[in-house]
C-alpha cells in the first residue's frame, strides 16, 4: 500500500470533517503540516510529523507561538523517536497503528447485528447516551453527505459506536470506534465496522484508513486492514 497517500488521508481525516474546517487554521510550520484548533474547548495544536528529523521538527514546532496544548503525531516505522522526542523536551501520550484495506475487491457482509445512521435529529440523543461520555456528534458533520454516523443499541443503550469521513481521493477515513466495555466481544464492533466499510464502498470509496489502539488492531485486521506504519503521540 501507498503509505504517504495512506498518511495524507489520515491527516485529512482528521483535520477535515466540516466542523473541523470552521475552526482550524492551517500553520505555516512545513514540512511538518500544524493545524490550530480553535476549539477543544480549550484552543490547541496538533502536529503532524513524517520523514522529518525530530531535532528540525521540534524547531519548527517550537518556531509557531503556542496554543494552550500542543500535540505531535509522529509517524514512525518504529519505536526510536520515542526516546528522541523526549530527550527534546516533548511527552510521550501513546502510540497508534496506522491502518489500510484496499476495498476494491471487498464483498459485501451483512452485520450480524443492526446498525443505525444518525440523522440531523439524533444528535442530542446520541450523544447524551455516548458509552464513552463523548459528544461526539456536531451537526454540520452529521448534516453532511461526506460523513456516516454509526451506533448500535442494545435494550436501549447506545452499545458500540463510530464515523466516517469520505475523502474526494477515493480514501475514507474511520474513527471514534468505541464499544461499550460491558458490551465487548460479542461481535458489536465488527458488525459496526462492516457497516461502515459497505457503506464506504457504496459512495466510491476504494480505500479505508483509520489510527488503532494496539488492542484494537487485532479486530482491524479480521477485516483486511493491514499495518502501514506506527505512529507516536507527544504533547508539549
Known sequence: MNRVAIWDACIAGFVGTPYKRTVCTWLDCAPVRGIRIAQHPEPCDDYFVADCAPDRAMTLIRAVPPAALCYITVCANDDRDIPAYQSLGATHAYSELVMAVDMRNRPIAPPAYVVQRATSDDVIAWNAMDPEGESWLNPLDVASPEMGHYAIFHAGTMVARGRSLRLSAGYSYVSMVFVSPGHRRRGYGRALMQTILNDDVATGMHTSTL?????????????GYETVAQTHVFTL
Not at 489510527?211 to 477485516?223: F, I, K, N
Request: glycine share 8%; no cysteine; proline share 0%.
Open 211 to 223: 489510527m488503532a489502539s494496539y488492542e484494537g488492531a487485532a479486530l482491524y485486521a479480521t477485516l
